[in-house]
């Protein structure tokens, strides 16, 4: 799949709305593409190939306001909240995280058309990413290429690798517990396999060097500090 200024990504986990919005869009000339999770949503919506985002809050293994907020990390595509929450404070606080509109449900399906092409409108009909390196100490990634280098290097990793250290590295200063990892990259519920993680874990301090991922006793595993590459 190519960039397409028509392509629309829906990030809901309610199959009677995201269907709903799915066929209204479809038949107003939009290419859509639904994913019920956060997680998924994240990591469609920084590919930089859809021309706008409806991203629902209340979803599994990521939030919405999470989303939000790491997405703009690396994209400015216009997002637009369907949430059912209308507090006023709400709206003020995603707008606050980089939200381009948001629409209280229920909502009408006109207006949100009219709010789409608006923002596609005026974000000039293409997905503008921000630079997509991520680099901590000898370690840089693409996230864009899904590529890694150590010490200047390309370094391969496996898929769940790659996906473990982009999580990490984008929360670089919080502590994950084994069962943040496992819901997060796997997307299934925690059954208490440590081997999993711990071998995952030990590949990556393998390939990347440096011992770049701690163990913080009692707690999960945290990006190491800066200070003590």
């Known amino acids: 799949m190519e ?12 199959k009677e709305i995201s269907a709903m ?24 919506a920084q590919s930089g190939l859809y021309c706008c985002v409806l991203l629902d809050l209340m979803l599994p293994y990521k939030n919405g306001d999470v989303v939000l907020k790491e997405l703009r990390a690396v994209s400015d595509v216009p997002v637009i909240i369907l949430s059912a929450k209308g507090l006023t404070q ?19 399906l006109d207006e949100l058309l009219a709010r789409i092409l608006a923002n596609i409108k005026r974000f ?9 390196t991520l680099s901590y100490g000898h370690i840089a990634v693409d996230t864009a290429a899904k590529t890694v280098t150590a010490y ?15 999580l990490m590295l984008l929360n670089r200063r919080k502590v994950f517990s084994k069962k943040n990892l496992f819901e997060s990259i796997w997307g299934q519920q925690y059954s208490y396999d ?23 006793w009692g707690m999960g595993y945290k990006m190491k500090t800066l200070e003590k590459l």
């Open 3 to 14: 960039y397409s200024e028509n392509a629309l990504l829906i990030i809901e986990d309610d």
């Open 21 to 44: 919005l799915s066929e209204f869009l479809s038949q107003n000339g939009f290419i859509t593409y639904v994913t019920a999770n956060g997680l998924d949503g994240l990591r469609r």
């Open 90 to 108: 709400n709206k003020i606080e995603l707008l606050g995280l980089g939200a381009d509109d948001y629409m209280t449900k229920p909502f009408d």
């Open 124 to 132: 000039g009909h293409v997905a503008k990413l921000k630079d997509t």
């Open 152 to 166: 200047g290097k390309k370094v391969n990793l496996t898929a769940k690798e790659y996906s473990i250290l982009e």
């Open 194 to 216: 440590n081997d999993t993680i711990n071998t995952h874990i030990s590949n990556l301090r393998k390939k990347l060097g440096g011992d770049v991922i701690e163990t913080v």
